[in-house]
């Protein structure tokens, strides 16, 4: 998969910021990172579950955000196939397995020994061989992920506007008190 890489440009709101404290405006700015951060999270498990038909929570426990350091951040997405009991409620059927919305025809689960575990399906015409169903989502998800990173830019703008408003309300609050 390519790296993605987001760049913003917050001269817009350096102005604003330049009344405050040092420590003020990187307070702003980590809790701007870590709610955009929280956004494409929410945003990219939207994206990729209308694509995928893969459940949001799955989606989301697959995404992970970082703080690289005070001023930057980082979004990381597992692409690697997610295994079938995964995608919802398991139910046997006639001709196989269904979980969530997908069917698998010719699976099964081991119902004494992992009630809840995998399901599984023969990988050739002899018994043995068998395999751990999976869904292969990298083609439908990584657009997806990308359309959410596309929108980023407009929403840490607006997160910054809000905390360094927030920010500013405060110092105002404590001079208002200090008197």
Same mark, same amino acid.
């Given at each position: ?24 405006? %990187?307070?702003?700015w980590r809790r701007t990172l870590r709610k955009t951060?929280?956004?494409? #999270?929410? *945003? $990219?498990?939207? &994206? !990729? ?50 979980a969530g919305r997908n069917t698998f025809e010719g699976?099964?689960? %081991? ?13 050739? #015409?002899? *018994? $043995?061989?068998? &395999? !751990? ?33 927030y920010e500013m309300q405060k110092a105002m609050g ?6």
């Amino acid at each position: 998969m390519d790296r993605l890489t987001v760049e913003v440009d917050v001269r817009g709101v350096t102005a604003a910021l330049a009344g405050l404290s040092s420590a003020a405006m %990187q307070a702003a700015w980590r809790r701007t990172l870590r709610k955009t951060a929280a956004w494409i #999270k929410s *945003r $990219t498990g939207k &994206e !990729v579950s209308a694509a995928t038909k893969i459940p949001q929570k799955v989606i989301r426990s697959r995404t992970y955000f970082f703080l690289r350091s005070a001023d930057t951040g980082k979004v990381w997405l597992g692409l690697n196939p997610v295994e079938a009991h995964r995608l919802g409620t398991v139910t046997g059927t006639r001709k196989g397995m269904r979980a969530g919305r997908n069917t698998f025809e010719g699976a099964w689960r %081991q119902t004494k020994a992992k009630p809840d575990g995998p399901i599984y399906r023969r990988t050739g #015409k002899a *018994r $043995t061989p068998f &395999e !751990v169903v999976t869904v292969d989502w990298s083609k439908s998800g990584d657009p997806a992920f990308r359309r959410a990173a596309q929108m980023c830019e407009a929403r840490l703008m607006t997160i910054l506007k809000q905390e360094v408003n927030y920010e500013m309300q405060k110092a105002m609050g404590k001079a208002k008190h200090a008197r």
